[in-house]
T-cell receptor
């Protein structure tokens, strides 16, 4: 039982490059989320998908796009990376969106130079 | 807006109790959570408490909630080196799991 799987684990980009972070869950969860973690700031919600076919902005959506490809997969795209997007990115899923517990992946550490 | 605050660092001796504190601002929060993050890993849910409860105990973990002061604490009894991690407090104001996380408390356990 893999839970939430994120790829890649590490990535270095140059300013202006694009990339897609992949996330998949095998728990048949309805809701999926992307967070970023920065030192001293806790986790901040970038985008979420309450259910397959829907996506909504979180607290810090600027510079990102998402796709809920199917029930299992939720990807995060950086179209033109900036140094301010250097962070650790976590994908999470939950059975429902009503305060059911979040299950997190192990994160992607992204550095933008 | 909503805010969750925690002290950033706590150091305890192995075998002692650890108490990690958290304050939050949103009085409408339904659930309050404690997550644990070990190095290189994602966050794992440790425990949670409904806002209509004062206390919850789960083996070595005790959660205390003071709604009047909007204060949440996590007590770990008989702290072990394996408890060394970052502990995040989070509040759930509801609505598609829009949790508000604190910055995390790094717990260091020394012999």
């Amino acid at each position: 039982n893999a839970g939430v799987t994120q790829t890649p684990k590490f990535q270095v980009l140059k300013t202006g490059q694009s990339m897609t972070l992949q996330c998949a869950q095998d728990m048949n969860h309805n809701s999926m989320y992307w967070y970023r973690q920065d030192p001293g700031m806790g986790l901040r919600l970038i985008y979420y998908s309450a259910s397959e076919g829907t996506t909504d902005k979180g607290e810090v959506p600027n510079g990102y796009n998402v796709s809920r490809l199917n029930k299992r997969e939720f990807s995060l795209r950086l179209e033109s990376a900036a140094p301010s997007q250097t962070s650790v990115y976590f994908c999470a899923s939950s059975e429902r969106g009503d305060n059911s517990p979040l299950h997190f992946g192990n994160g992607t550490r992204l550095t933008v130079t | 807006g909503e805010d969750v605050e925690q002290s950033l660092f706590l150091s305890v001796r192995e075998g002692d109790s650890s108490v990690i504190n958290c304050t939050y601002t949103d009085s409408s929060s339904t659930y309050l959570y404690w997550y644990k993050q070990e190095p290189g890993a994602g966050l794992q849910l440790l425990t949670y408490i409904f806002s209509n409860m004062d206390m919850k105990q789960d083996q070595r973990l005790t959660v205390l909630l003071n709604k009047k002061d909007k204060h949440l604490s996590l007590r770990i009894a008989d702290t072990q080196t394996g408890d060394s991690a970052i502990y995040f407090c989070a509040e759930g104001p509801g609505g598609y799991n829009k949790l508000i996380f604190g910055a995390g408390t790094r717990l260091a356990v020394h012999p």
